[in-house]
């Protein structure tokens, strides 16, 4: 795209990208399956789509989520508040990188612990995991809410200091974003609540952005986000906690 200054280039190689990592796949299956027959079993593609369905539905509401109080902010703001309100958006970004890490180590384990039946050992690995990325995450988000004004004029210059108030209710936001629910969502397949509970959370999320933005300006805008994240956690482990059977006291090392 640098070389060109053409948007095209970019639908390409993410189309060439696409079909890399299908033929990895299909090779991958080759040589540690096979490719006989069959090659389509109904029963086993119903319960596949019954399981992964309603997460993909999820994650394209979550994204839609994500991106609202932008949505709101275009529509209510001046072009250069809705540059200052994106850069508040790359906070995200410290706790995806952490946590994304952290899972893809501890998600196999976890999988081979509930195929054993042992729930206790996957709440105890996951409540591990994230007790590793509080520890790295949250001393960073204090770094950067403390430091917020410094860092935006350093990296943006001192045009963009409206998104200091952002980011640092985004920061607020993203303190329970370290409690990691996906992978326990996946392995129990609670997809269906999971897709659910997105859904209400994304009408909260708009509404409570709309409505804050027109009452406390920029910054308002963020307080749906962040409002839907608390009450995504919330529900979703009470509803893990009750699915389980286990308090909601013993999903996580609370203390830590």
Request: glycine letters at 8%; hydrophobic letters at 60%.
């Amino acid at each position: 795209a640098w070389l060109t200054g053409d948007l095209r280039v970019i639908f390409c190689l993410l189309l060439v990208l696409v079909l890399l990592k299908a033929a990895l796949l299909l090779y991958y299956v080759w040589r540690r399956h096979g490719l006989g027959p069959p090659w389509f079993e109904r029963a086993a593609f119903s319960e596949l789509v019954r399981d992964s369905a309603p997460l993909g539905a999820s994650n394209a509401l979550h994204g839609a989520r994500t991106q609202a109080d932008q949505w709101v902010v275009a529509s209510l703001f001046t072009v250069s508040s809705f540059a200052a309100f994106s850069i508040a958006a790359h906070v995200v970004q410290i706790m995806i990188i952490l946590r994304g890490a952290v899972v893809q180590a501890f998600l196999p384990s976890m999988s081979r612990l509930q195929a054993a039946g042992d729930l206790p050992g996957v709440f105890g690995m996951n409540s591990r995991g994230n007790a590793i990325v509080g520890s790295l995450l949250y001393p960073a988000l204090a770094f950067v809410f403390v430091f917020t004004e410094e860092i935006v004029t350093l990296v943006y210059t001192a045009s963009y200091l409206d998104a200091v108030a952002v980011i640092r209710v985004q920061i607020i936001g993203v303190l329970p974003m370290a409690i990691e629910t996906a992978s326990m969502v996946i392995l129990l397949r609670r997809g269906a609540f999971a897709l659910l509970l997105t859904g209400v959370t994304l009408v909260l999320s708009v509404a409570l952005s709309l409505s804050a933005a027109l009452q406390f300006g920029l910054a308002g805008a963020a307080a749906g986000g962040v409002v839907a994240v608390y009450v995504d956690r919330l529900l979703m482990m009470r509803h893990l906690a009750r699915h389980t059977g286990i308090p909601l006291r013993r999903l996580q090392d609370w203390r830590t």
